[in-house]
């Protein structure tokens, strides 16, 4: 009987050592590396909020030495300012001191802008492509040093990848994932940006883009097991195709602009995903006459506020300095940067930048006093761009059960496709679909459910029920993009707070009826 005792003291005593051993060895593994505990990220047991600037690089070959630098239109947009390998990193050093020096512990490298043709997939250069296969390695190491330069300024690296749509890309991903493993200035690999708007197979199968994103996932986890792993979402419609809550990722990254649509979109992501997350890309646009610095200052805050509000866990910003209208970008992405182009800037250990910080600038070293309080319901919620012709309603059920199914994304199209307006359903399943043309094709899901497209014809009624069209009705070809937030503002200093009235009224009406929707397994 002592013998037994005796053994199973032995063998309690043993398990018990190999359970502290694998805690010890769990938390050595995650010594330094940025984790998820809980739902937020971690370093060392202390919380970590990513304060993330998006940043874009542009691979110069000197020589035949390759190195990543500061996108061309960053500083002097008209040219290359350096003209050495040791110049490019100098720069980008000074770009990321300034970064540094605004309060930003995080960048977003954005590595992605990879071409292809005949001979396969490459950077451009000024001295001509950089081809993957040819030149693996000085592409590896061009990569290796920018996040080396971020970290040497305390600067944590998000790392946006091409995608893995091919092996010759996945074979590159891996061998560039696995160089940067030991790297704890790497927080996290974005394996793709905005499936919504560059996923290469159109109207993709959620089955199909789950199956993908786990490949992409396990290939990354093989290599970097201490690394988190995200993608960059746009709007919630993405759930059509990319179902963020069935893919097998650490966290949602997404992406929103526009205050006319930032609230209702992080209310949404924070809802129905059932992951953590935070922002990767916002910004309010500003030239300081269409929109004032001022305006663009008092965004910041306010989109900050409502990002921990909601529960988020980062916020991100795009981007580092703004682009030249000669380039032809539009509005949006002109005028996005924390740097225009007038004057000049000086780091603090000298660096001359050509611009002027814009006061927002000044805003994000002081966010991380803000307290979280309680998200509200913009009155916008279910019509965004205050569409006001028309109105769609439905409800959406599970197919299963007969339950009405809460935040199912509801998408209408109108005949030429031309113009796009989304909603989603309430508690109860219903929904109220606001247009300005007649909407004919649809698309509808939910976070795992299928997807429903259709096209449907439906009959208008006006409010005596009398049949009517849209003859003579007006703004009839406005898209989402040409309505300012302004018109809408009760205060111009409150940007998510909208006069009431705007977003729930229609001239006709037209009844969809009931959508079923099936549950996917995950």
């Known amino acids: 009987m002592k013998k037994v005792l005796f053994r199973k003291s032995v063998v309690f005593f043993i398990m018990f050592l190999v359970v502290i051993f694998t805690a010890s060895c769990d938390q050595n593994t995650k010594n330094g590396f940025v984790y998820l505990d809980d739902g937020v990220f971690k370093i060392k047991g202390e919380r970590f909020f990513p304060m993330m600037l998006n940043y874009k690089v542009e691979m110069m070959n000197f020589d035949g030495e390759l190195v990543f630098g500061a996108a061309k239109y960053y500083d002097d947009p008209l ?105 704890k200035a790497v927080f996290a690999f974005d394996l793709m940006n905005e499936p919504l708007y560059f996923d290469i197979v159109r109207d993709r199968k959620k089955a199909d883009a789950v199956q993908l994103v786990s490949k992409w996932v396990k290939d990354s986890k093989s290599v970097a097991p201490n690394h988190l792993v995200t993608i960059g979402f746009a709007e919630p419609i993405e759930v059509f195709s990319w179902d963020a ?109 050509q611009g002027t910080l814009k006061p927002v600038a000044y805003s ?58 989304n909603t989603c359903t309430d508690k109860d399943g219903y929904f109220n679909l606001y247009s300005n043309d007649e909407c004919v094709h649809f698309a509808i899901s939910a976070p795992g459910k299928d997807t429903q497209r259709f096209d449907m014809n439906l009959e208008y009624r006006d409010k005596n029920g009398e049949i009517r069209d849209f003859t003579g009705l007006p703004d009839r070809n406005i898209k989402s993009s040409m309505v300012s937030y302004q018109t809408f503002l009760k205060d111009e200093n409150k940007l998510f707070e909208f006069k009431e009235g705007e977003f729930d009224r229609a001239v006709i009406f037209a009844d969809m009826g009931e959508i079923r929707l099936k549950k996917l397994e995950r």
């Not at 977003?108 to 071409?115: E, F, K, P, Q, V």
């Not at 330069?149 to 091409?162: D, E, F, P, Q, R």
């Open 364 to 421: 994000f070293a002081g966010l991380k006093s803000l307290k979280k309080g309680e998200p509200f319901v913009p009155v916008n919620y279910y019509n965004n761009f205050g569409y006001h012709n028309a109105v769609v309603r439905g409800r959406i059920v599970d197919d299963g059960t007969g339950k009405p199914i809460e935040g199912a994304a509801v998408r209408g199209w109108n005949k030429t496709w031309r113009t796009g307006l």
């Open 79 to 183: 040219i290359y300012e350096t003209a050495t390998k040791a110049e490019a990193e100098d720069q980008f050093s000074g770009h990321m001191q300034l970064i540094e020096e605004l309060g930003f512990n995080t960048v977003r490298l954005c590595t992605n802008l990879i071409s292809s043709d005949e001979n396969g997939y490459y950077y451009k250069t000024q001295a001509g492509p950089a081809y993957l296969k040819n030149d693996t390695e000085k592409i590896i190491d061009a990569v290796k040093g920018i996040v080396s330069i971020a970290a040497s300024h305390n600067l944590k690296v998000m790392l946006l990848l091409k995608p893995s749509w091919d092996e010759d890309l996945s074979e590159f991903n891996t061998k560039l994932i696995k160089s940067l493993s030991k790297e």
């Open 245 to 353: 809550s069935m893919m097998p990722i650490d966290f949602v990254e997404f992406h929103t602009y526009t205050p006319l649509s930032i609230p209702n979109e992080t209310l949404w992501w924070s809802r129905y995903i059932g992951k953590p997350w935070m922002i990767g890309e916002t910004s309010l646009p500003s030239d300081n006459d269409s929109v004032t610095y001022e305006q663009q200052r008092f965004f910041a805050e306010q989109a900050y506020q409502f990002v921990i509000d909601c529960g988020g866990i980062g916020f991100g910003w795009w981007e580092f300095q703004d682009v030249p209208t000669s380039y032809g970008i539009n509005y949006e992405g002109t005028f996005s940067g924390v740097l225009n182009h007038e004057g000049a800037t000086t780091t603090k250990d000298g660096h001359v930048i």
